[in-house]
């Protein structure tokens, strides 16, 4: 058992988080007042800030301090943010609520949903270049990563992929394939961006690499369990509801005890990768576990 | 009169364009085929190139070769067919055709196209960033302008005024604002990055946004114009078409003749703001004076 503090460590880094995401949202002071409140409604609306945490967390497992990975870990947070409300539209998986509120589509119209999401996309471009100063390879480093994670072979191809394999049976491979895309090259660029902050060397940013497929990985599985173990309240989306739009879920090639045991065996691959950061890297270790047994 | 070869000019630079978009474009071959094909629909589909060519010109303008300005030129254009693609969808202005083609949501569907405009959007910055090496500093300057020019002070924060003011009357000034974030800011980092990679000074970069700006002013005014003046062969659009969606155009506020005599006395202080920069901005002038001068 690890002796890790992780609910204190996680309200610590969710409230410098939250105060870097506002303060990089105030730097739009001069947009519509309507576009700024969309955009606010759905960056500042809660959430496990997983991404930026795993940036910071990265940042600190390579000798780097907490300051250097937060921009990264921001601009990996906009751009997540984005995605959900993109995601969440009509065209899409036409969603009415998200995080137990309603939807940005729902409270703002189609319109503004649509230029939030966009506005947030090149937003996070701004956040991860704008202390660019004294350390500008890396920022470019993070800016090129950040692109191609959330680009068409990325996120925005996993979303694609995702709607195409709708009402159709695929198999574990494939479903790894799109869920790679979808989510996890986003996660993955959040732990090197917040290395190469740090100042991670290639071997060192390899070792995150593995750990940080296999946390999206085992990220995944879980919320296909989640989807349907978890009750509205605690998930605050329709539970089923994956399953119900005609989607193959982990769940439905495993099982849930075979899907719980796969995430698993991914995680404890993730963390064996971190062999060789020692200490510094306990944050992470917790961190992946506590992504297999959260229950939400 | 200029002796400026211009048509010579705008073949061989939209040659040179056109080879890197589609070579920038290949970077996306890991990516769903729908997705690509959607992607180069819209990118590949003519038009001006007006801003990869300006990124050159400014370029050449400051002393640098034509391949140092051309990532950022790309760039720039991923970002303004992005744009293109979510400006026509039912939600924003509903257009059928574009270039005298269906648009991307009457091709391929809205969940297609809004993704295709995304995929655009990350694109530009991996366009912006894929060749850092040894010019990170500048690269990192132009992916801040670039986020800020397209995100929610710029280019969205324009689309969201342009909603709001539609079916309103509001003056020049208003008018001006509106297309300044809407359309200008993005001309203007089209320049300012172009003169950025070929290492301008902030004394010149300066003269360049004086330049820029007037450009991007004397562009809209035009544009205006050609939608009353323009018939749907020439234009590629319907003809009045802003004016019937409930749009104030310069032609409403200035009449026709008032509104080309506004465009061709910006566009003079614009071309007298390069005269530091002689001989080498005669590509910038003769391009100046197409803006005002095109029929389309």
Do not use: W
Request: hydrophobic share 45%; net charge negative; charged share 25%.
């Amino acid at each position: 058992m690890s002796t890790f503090d992780l609910d204190g460590y996680l309200t610590q880094r969710r409230a410098h988080v939250e105060a870097a995401l506002a303060r990089h949202l105030e730097a739009c002071t001069g947009a519509p007042a309507t576009l700024r409140e969309a955009m606010a409604y759905s960056l500042l609306a809660g959430g496990k800030r997983l991404r930026p945490i795993l940036a910071l967390a990265a940042c600190e497992a390579v000798g780097g301090g907490e300051d250097e990975a937060i921009d990264a870990g921001c601009a990996v947070e906009f751009m997540h943010t984005y995605s959900l409300i993109h995601d969440d539209l009509p065209a899409m998986d036409d969603d009415d609520f998200r995080r137990g509120r309603p939807t940005s589509h729902k409270k703002y119209g189609e319109a503004v949903a649509i230029l939030a999401g966009d506005a947030l996309c090149a937003e996070a471009f701004r956040v991860a270049a704008v202390n660019r100063k004294g350390r500008e390879a890396a920022v470019a480093d993070v800016v090129y990563e950040l692109a191609r994670a959330s680009g068409a072979v990325g996120m925005v191809g996993g979303q694609v992929i995702d709607i195409e394999a709708t009402g159709k049976q695929i198999d574990v491979a494939a479903l790894e394939i799109l869920h790679r895309a979808k989510t996890g090259e986003l996660l993955l660029v959040a732990i090197r961006a917040g290395a190469r902050m740090g100042g991670a060397s290639d071997a060192i940013l390899e070792r995150l690499t593995a750990y940080g497929r296999a946390l999206g990985l085992a990220f995944q599985i879980v919320d296909d369990v989640l989807d349907i173990t978890a009750d509205l309240q605690t998930l605050g989306k329709d539970p089923g509801s994956d399953r119900e739009a005609g989607k193959t879920t982990f769940v439905d090639l495993l099982g849930i005890d075979g899907a719980r045991a796969r995430a698993r065996a991914v995680m404890k691959e993730g963390i064996d990768a971190l062999a060789p950061l020692g200490a510094k890297a306990e944050a992470l270790r917790a961190l992946a576990r506590y992504t297999v047994e959260r229950d939400r």
